[in-house]
């Protein structure tokens, strides 16, 4: 009920002081992490992926659509204005390799896996 009420008042204007959330989905193998991100009709350059520890943060801003002069207002349900989204990365990865992107409303984040560090013995010296 809370998120529904929080969305009627960002419709008027984006007079909530929270950002709203966009939907995603993450994916492991062996290989690395992909996210896939909802941002539909918002232009790439707007958006600002930043990756922090084992998080990437997503930041961004949808405009409010205009339909024009309005008489009525029936529903409205599309979130605009800041959004920001913060998603734990499930293995460490390798943040200088990591590719995105955008197609279709939908953002891609390629996350490869930093390679496993093999385990080696260190000798003990006596004196």
């Known amino acids: 009920m809370e998120r529904k009420m929080e969305g009627f008042i960002r419709g008027y204007g984006n007079l909530s002081a929270t ?3 966009p939907a995603a989905d993450m994916y492991e ?6 996210i896939f991100v909802d941002i539909a009709g918002i232009n790439p350059d707007q ?4 990756l922090e520890n084992r998080s990437i943060l997503i930041t961004g801003e949808r405009p409010m659509p205009s339909p024009g002069e309005i008489v009525r207002i029936h529903q409205m349900e599309i979130d605009a204005g800041f959004f920001k989204r913060r998603i734990p990365l499930p293995s460490p990865v390798d943040f200088e390799k990591c590719q995105c992107t955008y197609q279709s409303g939908i953002l891609r984040i390629d996350l ?6 093999e385990s080696i013995r260190i000798p003990v010296d006596s004196e």
């Open 112 to 117: 490869p896996k930093k390679p496993k560090r």
């Open 47 to 50: 958006v600002k992926i930043t």
């Open 19 to 21: 950002a709203w959330v």
């Open 29 to 34: 193998d062996d290989n690395g992490v992909v």
